[in-house]
């Protein structure tokens, strides 16, 4: 009984748990309306009215008789001053209880304001259940006195213009003062339906869509002094200017019930600062807290902020939402914050509700209001907290202001190129001489610089009533600083938006402002805000009035120096025929600056060349709003800047229906509002032909001198990249790898350590955590890794163990060699012997078949599947042994270490992959070393065979082909799960190849003697080729020039053979002389495709124009995958259990890595830190140097099948005996951007595109 007993008090503190957290209903608020006495505050926009108290409030150390009930959601202890002066702005210089100060409305009827004192028994004694159970540590508080303020139903401000409509949503809340005579409490309540919208858009000529959060807090009001005029006095912000701690006010809680708040805002004698309830809706579970944390604290500077979960449904201004009629089986359904249908859990209201009941979800966020202890100094500003789905903010990085920190805590938050510097109130980050941004991010001067998206959302087309999605479609650009041109290019953009999409310059218009070529005197947008900010544009087409709106989260540069962004599209554009053209005339745009907001508007023309001649001008109005955070410590670099003028020509816009790709160009200027450059020197006007890596500074009049950006070394007109690895090895100390990049470098800890706090050292992970080791061993830290023992009594590896009793059963091919063994008569003195001339199978040391079988007798070879049957088509003479896999064999546990399967990332640098039975493993290179003793296993996957590996230099995904299953799969070098590609309709897949340009997945499958591809998801496969291959293995593409090649060890005609990789142009490139031509390599850099033969033994290499074919090595023993890297090979061999390197142009082996684990070797790539620099010329190529196409669509049918990009593969494609066409240097390219005509036309200097 007594058990049962405990079990009843849990299970009621669990009950009394889940009620106090239960939404707070309308009918929970404190009675309001006429009908209890409440008077009515005059309906308006902008109403006031005083009401005397009968007992004091104590506000702060002040004693007020009176305070003033507002529309705008405040009540005041003095008189507000004009609503412009405060609405948009807190703390106000006024005192001020704020339980939501926006730009609220109840003209032509809409809502009510509310407000009586009170003091009857039931009142007072609702006022003290909310203010003790969020104080439950102090005395109880009984007070004699209320003031309650109801905002019911009330309206967000509107200006009605053309093309809006009126918003429908209304908000409800609640403020109630309870006082006597030593304090006064202050309580808001928010009904779980009673805030429907957040923000409210700015009054004002240069603002009016910029919409801001709601306030809520508590302000002193300004301080007059009467020698030094007035000062900013205490304030307590509850909420920021983060949309999502608005949404907290009703989700969340400091007073144990949800949407209920509850302040110690007044004492008397004594007063130090506002004090926040203790209880938070949800309490915190006592085994994961670590430490005391508040939740305002932001202990990384940006690197780690709060988001919460984004509901399904978007609350947003109505009015900012483009609402076009859906197809009826595309109807919008309401859901929950997880994206499940909402269902009424909590049934009905009482009757005598005001409103009927609705259903919210449960809401799992933790509060985000500012709550200090109470005996703790309060901050007066909070810390900002980032919302993803935020309308107004970004995930910009915050100088902490909850806590003072100082440039010995927090240098490592800065650039690497930026110095800390102290204030008195905090610290800030200023970049260096040579660098510019916001002290968190610094690029040098002069460098080019590239970014990296992605683009989601959906667009309408003319009067479709159905929209185009866009999903992760790929977005890079490439932008030439030292002359502010700028390249944009978004990928899969199908041909029914894509020529409407031309009329969009906007969307790649904000890469032109953030690196624009500086006037002297002025900043571009990276200078203002470090490539941390959100961009919210509005367009509208005229005549038509299309509208589309434009969110654009830029986060910064990241661990590759490439700026980051993520746009979203939803809205409709005027429909555009495909084969038109558009042309925008040159154009300027003026931005208007405060700390935290700049704004822009336009209107602009453009005009439409249709197929048949006829041209067209239409125009677009352009509505602009960039948000971000500067360091507010910084007196000094908070001045707000002056306006300035952006200078925009050289537009370029095109949509390639054959690539699916839409190209933005454009060359920026950032000056002066007047117009007209100020100075003529060449660094301003962007032709002093620099490098694209140096920096332009200016002289005496015309005069200038080209200074290499940071990190490159020359005279400025040609520029080196300075390999600071190579020059200070020790650069990142111990237990690190320096990985070089393009004019800088990187740090990244071993794998097994981890950065400490100050972001430099790198220290041990103690992996020994839960489910590491098998239940029955022991888990042992060690430096940078660990191990696993069996406890006594049981045997394995750790990682999995077994009692040493069990004894396994014997194998198929155990038992098949124990029949044929026991069918000889007699037993010999040395045991069992075969029939002469019988065959006997080969079992290895797991007891399974081998995957190469010989009879004895006649010397025949041939391979076998896991079940012992002969693979049709394997059979080889005497003395001849075929290149046999281990076909579908599943090994059994393995003596040695078998972690879990899971992918370990992958140190910084160049890499060398190879497959390992179960594994995949890293050698990382030093040049062209070998780092033998660094060799790691990246991926674990013991109950499969992998054969061949692939690299996506893009994504930094391995895929990898299994014949186990079979299938083909996916992982991330970051870290993360295996991720299924292909898993049907596959026998032996043994070769696979990236087109990373392309972003397709190429591979042979020697079983069903056929070439397929698809999609790097695994979508749209297709059958390149299952005709004339009997043994088809490794296969290639060179993606910069549009070609595929493989290897078929056809043991009566060995081939391999090349296409273009949509397919077509398929020919034998080499048939004699050869062998088994297992492995195969093409080094873009030499225009070498190189192979090895386990059948000649021999590593050839050739041009692929059927020249210069010569012997690299002769002699080898039995290579099978191969790779390349700059002038070395390197081959995995079986007999020797080996990576062997060789050099090319020697002709000779160099070294040798044999893993830990003696076992074959399989395929093996080379995964490169970046995309060779072929990406960016095929991309500058692509875009017109050469004449020539992307055909990169095949026609299947009744669908497409994405191939890469083949030059000269239009309608004629080139004779095999062409040489193709020379890649352009990058110097080349840019003398050919700078001859270009400037005046807008296809000629513009638009011929680079972005890394793909």
Not at 608 to 636: A, E, L, M, N
Request: with cysteine; net charge negative.
């Amino acid at each position: 009984m007594a058990l049962l007993g405990q079990s009843w008090v849990v299970w009621l503190h669990f009950f009394a748990l889940s009620v106090s957290v239960r939404c707070l209903s309308r009918r929970e608020l404190f009675p309001y309306g006429e009908e209890v006495g409440d008077r009515v505050l005059e309906q308006g926009d902008s109403k006031l009215e005083r009401i005397s108290l009968q007992q004091p409030l104590l506000f702060y150390d002040g004693s007020f008789s009176s305070v003033y009930v507002t529309t705008n959601g405040i009540l005041a202890t003095g008189e507000p001053t004009e609503e412009s002066d405060y609405v948009d702005k807190f703390p106000t210089s006024f005192g001020s209880i704020a339980p939501f100060l926006a730009d609220l409305d109840t003209s032509d009827g809409v809502g009510r304001v509310y407000f009586r004192e009170v003091s009857n028994p039931e009142t007072l004694l609702l006022a003290a259940e909310h203010i003790n159970r969020g104080f439950p540590e102090d005395d109880e508080f009984n007070p004699t006195h209320t003031f309650i303020a109801t905002w019911e139903d009330v309206a967000a401000h509107q200006e009605t213009r053309r093309g809006d409509f009126l918003d429908s949503k209304k908000n409800t809340f609640q403020a109630v003062l309870a006082s006597s005579d030593t304090a006064s409490y202050a309580i808001f309540l928010y009904p779980r339906d009673g805030l429907q919208f957040f923000v409210t858009r700015a009054k004002g000529t240069h603002n009016s869509d910029l919409e801001l959060p709601a306030k809520a807090g508590f302000s002193k009001g300004s301080i007059t002094y009467f020698l030094w005029g007035a000062s900013e006095g205490q304030s307590y912000p509850i909420t920021s200017s983060n949309v999502q701690s608005v949404k907290d006010l009703y989700q969340n809680s400091n007073s144990g019930k949800q949407g209920v708040w509850v302040y110690e805002i007044g004492t008397s004698p004594y007063f130090s600062n506002i004090a926040s309830g203790e209880v938070s809706a949800f309490p915190e579970d006592p085994d994961t807290t670590q430490e005391e944390t508040q939740p305002w604290e932001d202990r990384s500077y940006d690197d780690e902020v709060t988001e919460f979960p984004a509901p399904a449904v978007v609350e947003r201004e109505e009015q900012q939402r483009v609402r076009y009629p859906l197809p009826e089986n595309q109807q919008p359904e309401t859901k929950d914050h997880y994206g499940i249908p909402k269902l009424d859990l909590e049934g009905q209201e009482p009757t005598g509700a005001k409103e009927p009941h609705r259903a919210e979800p449960y809401v799992l966020v933790q509060p985000v209001q500012f709550q200090p202890h109470r005996q703790q100094y309060t901050p007066q500003q909070p810390q900002v907290v980032v919302d993803v789905e935020d309308e107004f903010d970004v995930n910009v990085f915050q100088y902490n202001p909850g806590t003072r920190e100082t440039c010995s805590n927090s240098r490592h938050k800065c650039s690497n190129f930026a110095d800390c510097r102290d204030y008195s109130s905090g610290y800030c980050c200023h970049c260096r001489s040579g660098f510019y941004g916001n002290g968190k991010h610094c690029l040098a001067e002069g460098k080019p610089q590239r970014m990296n998206g992605k683009v989601n959302g959906r667009v309408y087309v003319g009067n479709n009533p159905t929209p185009v999605e866009f999903s992760n479609n790929d977005l890079h650009s490439y932008v030439v600083a030292n002359d502010g041109r700028a390249y944009v290019a978004i990928s899969s953009i199908p041909e029914s938006v894509g020529p409407s999409l031309t009329a969009l310059s906007s969307l790649g218009g904000i890469v032109g402002w953030a690196f624009a070529l500086e006037q002297p005197g002025y900043k571009n947008g990276f200078s203002i805000t470090g490539g941390e900010f959100q961009r919210k544009a509005e367009v509208t087409f005229l005549p038509g009035n299309e509208r589309i709106h434009i969110t654009q989260d830029f986060k910064g540069i990241d661990e590759h120096e490439h700026l980051v962004v993520n746009t979203e599209l939803d809205g409709r554009l005027p429909e555009i025929p495909a084969g038109s053209t558009v042309q925008i005339e040159p154009y300027t745009d003026i931005y208007q600056y405060s700390n935290t907001v700049i704004t822009s508007s336009s209107t602009r023309e453009y005009t439409v060349t249709f197929p048949d001649g006829r041209t067209q001008t239409s125009s677009y109005q352009w509505r602009d709003t960039i948000t971000f955070q500067d360091c507010r410590h910084d007196d000094g670099t908070r001045s707000i800047p002056t306006p300035q003028q952006l200078a925009v020509d050289n537009i370029f816009v095109l949509y390639d229906s054959s690539a699916q790709l839409m190209r933005y160009a454009t060359s920026n200027k950032i000056g002066s509002i007047s117009g007209g450059e100020t100075t003529q020197n060449p660094c301003f006007t962007g032709t002093h032909r620099c490098d694209t890596n140096a920096a332009c500074r200016p002289g005496q009049g015309n005069r200038f001198t080209c200074e290499c950006a940071a990190g490159f070394r020359g005279d400025g007109r040609t520029c080196y990249d300075v390999d600071e690895c190579r020059e200070s090895p020790t650069i990142c100390g111990n237990n690190a790898v320096c990985n070089n990049q393009p004019g800088t470098f990187r740090c990244e800890c071993h794998e097994g350590y981890q950065f400490a706090d100050d972001g430099q050292t790198c220290i041990d992970i103690d992996e020994c955590q839960p489910s590491r080791c098998h239940p029955e061993a022991i888990c042992y830290n060690t430096q940078g890794s660990f191990t696993c023992q069996c406890r006594p009594g049981y045997r394995g590896d750790g990682f999995q163990c077994a009692s040493e009793s069990t004894k396994p059963e014997k194998t198929l091919c155990q038992r098949h060699r124990e029949n044929i063994l026991g069918t000889s008569s007699g037993s010999p003195p040395r045991g069992p012997r075969p029939i002469p001339g019988q065959y006997v199978p080969n079992c290895d040391d797991h007891g399974n078949y081998t995957p190469l079988q010989c009879h004895g007798s006649t010397g025949q070879c041939w391979c076998v599947d896991r079940n012992g049957q002969e693979i049709p088509g394997t059979r080889s003479e005497r003395g001849v042994r075929p290149p046999c896999i281990d076909s579908g064999i599943r090994p059994p546990p393995p003596v040695g270490p078998t972690p879990r399967p899971d992918v370990h990332p992958l140190p910084p640098g160049t890499h060398l992959l190879f497959t390992q039975s179960g594994k995949i493993e890293h050698v990382p290179l030093e040049g062209y070393t070998m780092k033998k003793n660094e060799a790691k296993a990246v991926l674990h996957l013991p109950d499969k065979v992998i054969i061949a590996v692939a690299y996506d230099c893009v994504d930094k995904m391995v895929y990898w082909t299994d014949i186990t299953s079979p299938s083909i799969s996916k992982a991330s070098l970051q870290g993360g799960d295996a991720i299924p590609v292909i898993r049907t309709d596959l026998e032996s897949p043994e070769g696979l190849a990236v087109d990373h340009l392309g972003r397709n997945l190429y591979w042979t499958d020697s079983m069903r003697d056929r070439i397929e591809v698809a999609k790097l998801d695994g979508s749209q496969r297709r059958v390149l080729f299952d005709d004339d291959l009997v043994n088809p293995r490794a296969i290639i593409t060179d993606s910069a020039k549009g070609h595929l090649y493989w290897t078929d060890w056809n043991r009566e005609a060995p081939k391999i053979e090349t296409s273009y990789m949509d397919g077509t142009h398929r020919r034998i490139l080499v048939k004699d002389d050869l062998g088994l031509p297992n492995g195969l390599t093409y080094d873009s850099y030499s225009s070498q495709l190189c192979w090895a033969d386990a059948g000649t033994r021999r590593v050839e290499c050739i041009n692929p124009n059927q020249t210069g074919r010569r012997k690299i090595l002769e002699g080898i023993q039995y290579p099978f995958g191969i790779t390349s890297y700059g002038r070395n090979l390197y081959y995995t061999d079986w007999k020797r259990d080996a990576i062997i390197a060789a050099d090319r142009t020697a002709g000779r082996e160099n070294d040798e890595f044999q893993p830990q684990k003696r076992s074959r070797l399989y395929g093996i790539t080379t995964a490169y830190s970046q995309c060779p620099q072929e990406a960016l010329e095929w991309e500058r190529v692509e875009l017109g140097q050469q004449q020539g196409t992307d055909e990169c669509m095949v026609e299947t049918g009744s669908e497409e099948v994405a191939c890469a990009a083949a030059i000269n593969g239009n309608q004629q494609q080139p004779d095999s005996s062409e040489e193709l066409p020379a890649e352009m240097s990058e110097t080349q390219l840019d003398n050919e951007l700078h001859e270009q005509p400037s005046n807008g036309t296809e000629s513009a200097p638009v011929q680079a595109c972005a890394e793909v």
